[in-house]
Nanobody, 123 residues
Framework: VQLQASGGGLVQAGGSLRLSCAAS????????MGWHRQAPGRERELVAD???????DYADSMRGRFTITRDNAKNTVYLQMNSLKPEDTAVYYC??????????????????WGRGTLVTVSS
């Protein structure tokens, strides 16, 4: 399973960006898709995730500014980021918790990660 993220870039504080991440490969279904981020010198942290049914979870500092959505038919997750702050500067990684069934019917469960897209917010 491969995840391809796009949409990062440089934006001024107060601006907006929209990230996209498409999953491809051997996938029967994807339960959770989400975004994490890692700023320089800091650990990777959850930004937001969304289940296949549409329920969402956000980190407190992003709630109200970021919106996560997904298109199940396209195995794609989006992150709309508004009111960006310099402290949002980080590499953003998408992830997908997937399952697929082998020809013998054996379920294979895993988590795939994208390679990351850099978001830089200038003050």
């Amino acid at each position: 399973v491969q995840l391809q993220a796009s949409g990062g870039g440089l934006v001024q504080a107060g601006g907006s960006l929209r990230l996209s991440c498409a999953a491809s490969g051997q996938i029967s279904s994807i339960n959770v898709m989400g975004w994490h981020r890692q700023a320089p010198g800091r650990e990777r942290e959850l930004v937001a995730d969304i289940k296949s049914g549409g329920s969402t979870d956000y980190a407190d500092s992003m709630r109200g500014r970021f919106t996560i959505t997904r298109d199940n038919a396209k195995n794609t997750v989006y992150l709309q980021m508004n009111s960006l702050k310099p402290e949002d500067t980080a590499v953003y990684y998408c992830n997908a918790d997937y399952i697929y069934y082998t020809d013998e019917g054996t379920p294979i469960v895993g988590r795939a990660w994208g390679r990351g897209t850099l978001v830089t917010v200038s003050s």
